[in-house]
């Protein structure tokens, strides 16, 4: 008798007291939203939607949309270039599909076009450009010299 009263009271509340409803349309449960969230160089994706291209983030005060793969290649170049790269960028790289990145000891040496001698990397917001093995050398000559006790830092200059 108290659910039925209950019952009866709620039905008020929400306006639906002349409404024949039973009891398992109103406990029905909600349907579940599954958010998907990571983590790409410190910035937020969110998944909403559960589609592919369902993915944003906030990168530079603009939220970006699409697949996860543009997000977080977006987020790689804005860490690395500061350029915004748009959706037709995206897909001329992955047309080409000369882009190629190698990470040596936590430094990432970037190649845009595919040819041996236009390696790069950004240290300190310096440019090196050279072959891979150059830098590389570079590299290691630098986490070398920075495990002693004077380091000297102008080994990329």
């Not at 970006?64 to 350029?83: L, N, P, R, V, Y």
Request: proline fraction near 1%; hydrophobic fraction near 35%; aromatic fraction near 8%.
């Amino acid at each position: 008798m108290v659910y039925m009263s209950i019952k009866k009271n709620m039905l008020k509340i929400l306006g639906l007291n002349n409404q024949t409803i039973s009891s398992r349309e109103i406990v029905r449960p909600l349907n579940k939203i599954i958010i998907k969230r990571r983590y790409h160089r410190g910035f937020l994706l969110e998944n909403t939607i559960g589609n592919i291209d369902g993915w944003k983030a906030k990168l530079n005060n603009k939220i970006i949309t699409g697949e996860q793969a543009f997000i977080e290649t977006s987020i790689d170049w804005w860490c690395d270039k500061k350029i915004e790269l748009s959706l037709k960028q995206f897909s001329k790289i992955m047309q080409v599909k000369k882009y190629k990145i190698v990470i040596h000891q936590g430094f990432k040496i970037i190649n845009d076009n595919g040819k041996d001698n236009e390696w790069y990397i950004l240290h300190h917001r310096k440019l090196i450009k050279g072959t891979r093995s150059a830098i590389i050398k570079k590299i290691d000559i630098y986490i070398e010299h920075s495990r002693t006790k004077k380091p000297n830092n102008n080994h990329f200059n």
